[in-house]
Structures are given as structure tokens and as C-alpha cells.
């Protein structure tokens, strides 16, 4: 049985945390623009140059669907928003350790940080998981909302 995809009004939390993960993304496609503008700054050959761009556009591409996906209300974008976060934070560690710029790096870190707790907050869990708002845990497993199938597999078991 095909899995259908919901859209389903997102809480404001979800929202921001749409907008916020298309940052990233935008940061990602100025990157790949910076690597195309500046033909002399690097010692590699054009042909790596032009592959690393379009690996940054493809991957930013991703990421800006990915927060569309999120901003929109679609359900199936908050794994791979929170796993972006995380990719966030790890890159915004790497700014701010080994890399010693800490200025960019510490602002990174916040946002993947930002975008987890907003992510994982009540009203974002309920409305990823099916659960309308003012409704039990039960009323979803009648009503065949996602938390409510599993809590129907928990008491099956």
C-alpha cells in the first residue's frame, strides 16, 4: 500500500524551522556561486572546480526542498530536517575548532541547535505524528493518525 504524503496546517514551530533550515541551503548555492566567480583562487583544475560547484547546487537544491517541505506542511520533511540540523551543527563545529573562526562558526551551531528544539517541541511531534490538536493519544489511534497506529501496535503486542 502506497504511503500518501500529508499536508497538514504546520504548527508556527515547524514554520520557523522551515525557513530556518533554508539557510544552510542559500548558504550552500553562494558557495558554489563564490567557487564560479573566482576562477584563479584555486590550484585545482576547472573540471574539479565545476564539480565541487555543482555537488554544493545539487546538495542545496536538497536542503532548500527539504525546508519548502517543512514551511509547506508536508510531513515527510521533518527527518530530514532534523538530520540537516545536525549536519549544521557539525559544520558550525568545525568553523568554530579546527577551522578557528569561531565568529561564523558559534552562529552555525545555534541555528542546527534552534532547529532540533523547534523540531522536537510538542506541538511539531503531535503534528508530524497525525495527532490533531486537543486530541488524546487514543482519539488518534481511532481516528488512524501515525501516533495513534503505534500506540495500537504497543497495546496489540
Avoid at 564539480?51 to 521533518?78: I, K, N, P, Q
Wanted: overall charge neutral; charged content about 15%.
Amino acid at each position: 500500500m502506497p504511503i500518501k504524503d500529508k499536508i497538514v496546517p504546520a504548527p508556527r514551530e515547524v514554520r520557523l524551522a522551515g525557513l530556518a533550515t533554508a539557510l544552510p541551503g542559500l548558504g550552500l548555492l553562494v558557495l558554489a556561486v563564490l567557487l564560479l566567480a573566482a576562477p584563479g583562487a584555486s590550484d585545482a583544475p576547472r573540471n574539479n572546480v565545476l564539480a565541487e560547484a555543482g555537488f554544493y547546487v545539487v546538495f542545496a537544491l536538497a536542503v532548500l526542498a527539504c525546508a519548502a517541505g517543512l514551511a509547506l506542511g508536508h510531513t515527510w520533511a521533518r527527518s530530514p530536517g532534523v538530520v540537516i540540523a545536525l549536519i549544521t551543527i557539525g559544520v558550525g563545529w568545525y568553523l568554530t575548532g579546527p577551522s578557528g573562526q569561531p565568529g561564523p562558526g558559534v552562529p552555525v551551531i545555534l541555528l542546527g541547535i534552534a532547529v532540533i528544539v523547534l523540531l522536537f517541541r510538542q506541538p511539531s511531534r503531535a503534528w508530524a505524528l497525525g495527532q490533531q490538536p486537543g486530541e488524546s493519544e487514543e482519539e488518534a489511534a481511532e481516528r488512524g493518525g501515525l501516533e495513534g497506529r503505534a500506540a495500537q501496535r504497543e497495546r496489540d503486542q
